[in-house]
């Protein structure tokens, strides 16, 4: 088995980050990270996607909070 890749959002527009987490997500099994940075904007919407598909995640740690992990 595999080592699942990391998908960095960084760069990405709001509209096409469905798609992208879409295409991640056919491709890749969790456990894995999302790189979001600071965005609460970017944040909002990966975890609706999330929410939305029913992944368990977990927001960052307390030293980083620019990413989700995907359970």
């Known amino acids: 088995m595999?080592?699942?890749q990391d998908i960095?959002?960084?760069g990405?527009?709001?509209q096409d980050i469905e798609r992208a987490l879409e295409d991640h997500f056919y491709n890749?099994?969790?456990p894995f990270k999302?790189?979001?940075g600071n965005s609460l904007?970017?944040?909002k919407k990966v975890i609706s996607y999330l929410n939305k598909n029913d992944y368990k995640y977990m927001?960052?740690?307390l030293y980083n909070q620019g990413y989700i992990q995907v359970l």
């Open 2 to 4: 595999t080592k699942s």
């Open 8 to 10: 960095d959002l960084h």
């Open 12 to 14: 990405k527009f709001y």
């Open 28 to 30: 890749n099994t969790p």
């Open 34 to 36: 999302i790189v979001t």
């Open 41 to 43: 904007k970017m944040k």
């Open 59 to 61: 927001s960052g740690n």
